[in-house]
């Protein structure tokens, strides 16, 4: 079974604070990517990486950033946190027959 | 660039009674067409989807959906409702039409079922 984990289940964090949320898969797949979910908004894409190294901008990439040094690994980056990005955080990676796999989130809540 | 649309919030439905998610999409090509499915505090999990071949696609907790090109649609059904089928569901496509791997997702269905 493809496994996606996501380092924190839940994160307080305070107004000016760099955050780092980091994704974890095991079956080698390429392609990664990071949403935020919030009520009555559905799943918005924030990055997405395609290859090591490489990173594309989403639908709401503002005040974030990502990493992809290892191809198991992709980090998204929120470089002065603001309570607007109080949301959960969810990581999906694809297989080779296009299904996403997700992660079980992180609740984040910027005070 | 594709787009989802679940026109309703949440649909309720008794027990044993069959249980019907809406989804209409919108792609310049073909389609691949998901559904997910996330259970509270949960990340999403992967029910079923529609790349080619039979309209009619079987998916995982005895899920199915029909994809109908002529009225885009791509509705997720189920005979016999469970109690533990209240969660939220959320359609997804891609447009291979399009250059990137992108999926868009639906706003989601709140479903409860009623015991």
């Known amino acids: 079974d493809v496994k996606v984990t996501q380092s924190s289940r839940y994160l307080v964090k305070r107004t000016g604070e760099k955050v780092f949320l980091e994704c974890v898969q095991d079956?080698?797949?390429?392609?990664m990517f990071w949403y935020r979910q919030d009520p009555g908004l559905g799943l918005r894409l924030i990055y997405f990486?395609?290859?090591?190294?490489?990173?594309e901008k989403g639908d709401i990439p503002e005040g974030y950033s990502v990493s992809r040094e290892k191809k198991e690994r992709f980090s998204l980056i929120l470089e002065s946190a603001s309570t607007n990005q109080t949301s959960m955080y969810l990581c999906?990676?694809?297989?080779?027959?296009?299904?996403?796999?997700f992660g079980p989130g992180t609740r984040l809540l910027v005070l | 660039a594709q787009s989802v649309a679940q026109p309703e919030d949440q649909v309720n439905v008794a027990e044993g009674n069959p249980l019907t998610v809406k989804c209409t999409y919108s792609?310049?090509?073909?389609?691949?067409l998901f559904w997910y499915v996330q259970y509270p505090n949960r990340g999403l999990q992967f029910l079923l989807k529609?790349?080619?071949?039979?309209?009619l696609v079987k998916g995982s907790y005895g899920f199915e959906a029909e994809f109908n090109k002529s009225q885009t649609s791509f509705h997720l059904k189920k005979p016999s409702a469970l109690v533990s089928d209240s969660a939220l569901y959320f359609c997804?496509?891609?447009?291979?039409?399009?250059?990137?791997?992108?999926?868009?997702f639906g706003k989601g269905n709140q479903v409860v079922v009623i015991p």
């Open positions: 999906a990676s694809v297989d080779s027959i296009e299904t996403q796999y």
């Open positions: 079956m080698d797949h390429e392609n």
């Open positions: 990486s395609y290859d090591v190294k490489m990173k």
């Open positions: 792609v310049s090509g073909n389609p691949y």
């Open positions: 529609y790349i080619t071949g039979d309209n």
């Open positions: 997804a496509v891609r447009d291979m039409g399009d250059g990137n791997n992108r999926l868009a």
